[in-house]
């Protein structure tokens, strides 16, 4: 294969580019901490660096037990930038992050983003872009795409992202987990492994730094991107606007770029020219001749490595995965790289001289542009993500970092645009989401999306006054399906009944698989609650028409449980999923294939029953009940012969009470009869101690029906009276 032709003037393009971001360099300054993130650095110092022991060239802990690596000496120049006190430990992967959840810790080093690690931790903008990708033993030649991994035994690094992507694919494959990709690594070099996926960089600077490259190979295109990060808990915001201010810092001052090349694009040191070797020529003449000669070979030295240097940024250019752009000042094209030309489909003599605005896909406005331009200008670079348009029309996401080159005079010379194709990241967010929120059988919202539409829908009634209905759906006869025909048969029912009450409701309604065969129902904006009665009608029609698979002819039929929520109910979303259960099974108590409407007034009532009932034991266990005895009087000749034991309630809050006011609540009911043996003790405990002191009055108490209907109503009577021998 013939090499590339070289162009002179791209080589000279770059090597201003470099010689404009090494002036940038050495022009860096303070980071533009507030006083209240220099106050927080004071109050906290020093700050907790905790990174991965084995995970090169990022981090990890060399033969002389020294941390080193990308990530770490980011953060110790950050730390010297910005002016804190950094403090550095390492330990695996997964214990990091512990550390850092329980406080032990304050910056994981190094950490890749995703939607899960999200909720736990904040991410710093993208330090780093890793690719990964697929590696196998170089005398493999059956493995070379994604879907060649189906049935084979696969190794990665225990805890990474390449569990949760193979995890998402359609294919069966082993997973085995190591420490690290080194080991990984090691798994397919020993025949224990088909292949392993891992990221490019950390597997490349092994293989080489091991002198194993010549045992593997990496085969396909990069998997997805992982974004490197550092990242901080939850909530700490303050620190992780410094840490983003420092990486900004480092991006614009070229550090970065210096990192990248130090341990990704380093040179291996040439051989030096020792001139003492010819010090037996002589002196005089000799030390002039060699003068020369070293001098000579210094220059030749010195424009072969500027010529190597030119040629490695010219190799880089157009070899890098990512796709790049060169503009000048007024936004014509320069140059591209050829992943531009395999992302975009426009080759490199199509796009030169003209603007980058012809990708643009319309999915972004001009108040867009007008804030990227306006940030790139003032801070000198933007990313971000975007939509563009490929030549065939198909729409693309990307990832995309625009930087601003500028020349000695600090006038702008030049724009450079790198940008990643991040279609497979956003398909796989997709299939996240999906998974996160809709049943993987009847692609029907599931329970947390159903609490979210119902907890808005609710909201959306308080503000505009009306009312929304909940209709909780059981299957009748869906069991008995499933144990005669199998779960192939039910599985089919289930998604035939999910599409018929799809069809029948609106696009502002809601249908979700709440779990079994049990759907739900929201019903958002109803004005007449009445209507509702025949839209569930008509769906109990729906469900019971007949559903034929493969020639069998099933039947199911629907038990409905309805709700409506008005706007001045104060009641939770799981509380109205609750009612609308209850209503259910009120209606498949009542015979099945029907829908009851709850009654929110009955219920009211029930629980208020129940609430008095427990008040009732607890006075009684508390000992608030008390005796008043009303004496019997002979009118005749004025003589008491008796006295009436009359119960009265000494409530803490509401004074004496009358029996009126709570023997009703317990008749029929079993507290009646602890009542009455509590009753029947206070009295005859009261009567004897009356003999005691020479009074003899005969005590009448009241007895309840179910109290005196008891079987041993007679046993425990005597019982009783046996205990008060006066």
């Known amino acids: ?266 040179e291996l040191p040439g051989a030096g020219f020792h001139w003492h070797d010819y010090w037996h020529y002589g002196v005089g003449l000799a030390l002039l001749v060699m003068w020369v000669v070293a001098w000579n070979v210094r220059l030749r030295h010195l424009v072969s490595r500027k010529t190597a240097q030119l040629e490695l940024a010219a190799s880089v250019f157009r070899h890098a995965r990512e796709g790049i752009i060169m503009t000048d000042a007024q936004g014509a094209i320069l140059d591209t790289n050829d992943a531009f030309t395999r992302i975009t489909g426009y080759s490199r003599d199509e796009i030169l001289g003209k603007n980058p605005r012809l990708l643009q896909s319309g999915h972004q406005g001009d108040a867009f542009y007008r804030q990227l331009w306006e940030d790139l200008l003032e801070q000198g670079a933007w990313e971000g993500e975007l939509w563009n348009r490929r030549k065939n029309g198909e729409v693309f996401p990307e990832l995309l970092t625009i930087s601003k080159v500028s020349d000695k005079q600090g006038k702008t010379s030049h724009f450079v645009g790198i940008f990643t194709d991040i279609s497979r990241q956003k398909e796989y967010e997709r299939q996240l989401q999906s998974m996160a929120f809709y049943d993987s059988l009847t692609g029907l919202p599931n329970r947390t999306l159903l609490a979210d539409r119902l907890s808005q829908a609710m909201v959306s009634a308080r503000r505009n006054g009306c009312k929304v209905s909940l209709a909780y759906i059981d299957l009748d006869g869906f069991k008995e399906i499933n144990d005669r025909l199998g779960h192939e048969f039910g599985d089919r029912v289930l998604v035939t009944i999910a599409e018929r009450l799809t069809h029948a409701l609106r696009a502002a309604d809601t249908v979700a698989r709440f779990g079994g065969d049990e759907f739900i129902l929201v019903l958002p904006g109803q004005s007449d609650v009445a209507s509702v009665s025949t839209l569930i009608a008509h769906l109990l029609g729906h469900i019971a028409e007949p559903i034929e698979i493969e020639g069998t002819c099933l039947y199911v039929s629907g038990s409905v449980g309805v709700v409506h929520f008005d706007p001045e109910d104060d009641i939770e979303p799981e509380q109205l999923i609750r009612q609308a259960d209850q209503a259910m099974y009120q209606a498949k108590q009542a015979g099945k294939n029907r829908f009851h409407v709850f009654d929110a007034e009955h219920d009211r009532a029930v629980r208020g029953h129940h609430e008095s009932l427990e008040r009732i034991r607890d006075a009684l266990a508390n000992d608030e009940f008390v005796l008043h005895y009303q004496p019997k009087v002979n009118m005749s000749t004025g003589e008491v012969i008796g006295v009436e034991a009359l119960i009265r309630w000494q409530h803490p809050q509401r004074g004496l009470l009358a029996p009126a006011a709570f023997l009703p609540a317990i008749q029929q009911h079993p507290l009646a009869i602890d009542l009455g043996e509590w009753v029947l003790a206070r009295a005859l405990g009261q009567f004897e101690a009356w003999v005691a002191t020479g009074i003899r009055l005969p005590v009448s108490i009241n007895i309840d029906a179910i109290h005196l209907q008891q079987a041993d109503f007679v046993a425990r009577l005597r019982a009783e009276v046996e205990r008060h021998p006066a």
């Open 1 to 266: 294969m013939n090499a590339p032709q070289r162009r002179p003037w791209r080589q000279i393009v770059l090597g201003g580019m470099l010689l404009a971001l090494a002036g940038t360099a050495l022009s860096a300054g303070d980071i533009g901490l507030t006083e209240e993130e220099r106050q927080f650095l004071r109050e906290n110092e020093p700050i907790v660096f905790v990174s991965q022991t084995g995970y090169p060239p990022f981090e990890f802990v060399d033969a002389n037990q020294q941390r080193r690596g990308m990530m770490v000496e980011l953060a110790q120049w950050i730390a010297t930038e910005a002016g804190f006190h950094a403090q550095f430990t390492d330990t695996v992967f997964q214990q990091a992050q512990q550390r850092l959840l329980s406080g032990d810790a304050d910056v994981l080093t190094s950490f890749f983003f995703s939607e899960a690690r999200d909720r736990e931790f904040d991410f710093t903008q993208t330090v780093f872009l890793v690719p990964a990708s697929i590696f196998v033993a170089a005398q493999r030649p059956d493995i070379a795409l994604v879907s060649d991994l189906d049935g084979k035994r696969v190794a990665t690094q225990r805890g990474d992202f390449a569990k949760e992507y193979l995890a998402s694919l359609d294919i069966e494959l082993e997973l085995i987990q190591t420490d690290d990709f080194a080991s990984a690594a090691r798994a397919v070099i020993d025949g224990d492994a088909d292949a392993m996926v891992g990221d490019e960089q950390i597997v490349l600077y092994y293989l080489y730094s091991s002198g194993l490259h010549e045992l593997m190979k990496r085969v396909g295109e990069p998997l997805y991107v992982g974004l490197n990060a550092m990242a901080v808990v939850e909530g700490n915001h303050l620190l992780q606007s410094i840490l983003n201010k420092g990486v900004e810092h480092a991006r614009t001052s070229g550090t970065l770029d210096r990192l990248q090349e130090k341990w990704v694009g380093a």
